[in-house]
Nanobody, 125 residues
Framework: QVQLVESGGGLVQAGGSLRLSCAASGGTFSTYTMGWFRQAPGKEREFVAAIRWSGGSTYYTNSVSGRFTISRDNAKNTVYLQMNSMKPEDTAVYYC??????????????????WGQGTQVTVSS
């Protein structure tokens, strides 16, 4: 059983930056695809970014491409989401998740087997 714990959320002004972290335990972190999802109030959960087990391949949703960067440190069992040039529409609860698959399926929540509890990110205008 894999446990995922997110941290780094908070309040930031539009144009600012935050870095989210997700620490994993209880599994072989270096074998998982890791993803970030978010859910805004009244909206469905949406895919944000994913990174392959090796860190050599990434996916981003169009709305964050060029502003957000996903990375991982397999030695620390941690995945990161660096968020720059943030916008009010980035406000959401952000979740990290672990999956055994790679490819286009990583954009779908049902591809992930383990989820963190989420961390709130609020961007003020």
């Amino acid at each position: 059983q894999v446990q995922l714990v997110e941290s780094g959320g908070g309040l930031v002004q539009a144009g600012g930056s935050l870095r989210l972290s997700c620490a994993a335990s209880g599994g072989t972190f270096s074998t998982y695809t890791m993803g970030w999802f978010r859910q805004a109030p009244g909206k469905e959960r949406e895919f944000v970014a994913a990174i392959r087990w090796s860190g050599g391949s990434t996916y981003y949703t169009n709305s964050v491409s060029g502003r957000f960067t996903i990375s991982r440190d397999n030695a620390k069992n941690t995945v990161y989401l660096q968020m720059n040039s943030m916008k009010p529409e980035d406000t959401a609860v952000y979740y990290c998740a672990a999956s055994y698959v790679w490819g286009q399926r990583v954009t779908m929540g049902r591809s992930y087997d383990y989820w963190g509890q989420g961390t709130q990110v609020t961007v003020s205008s």
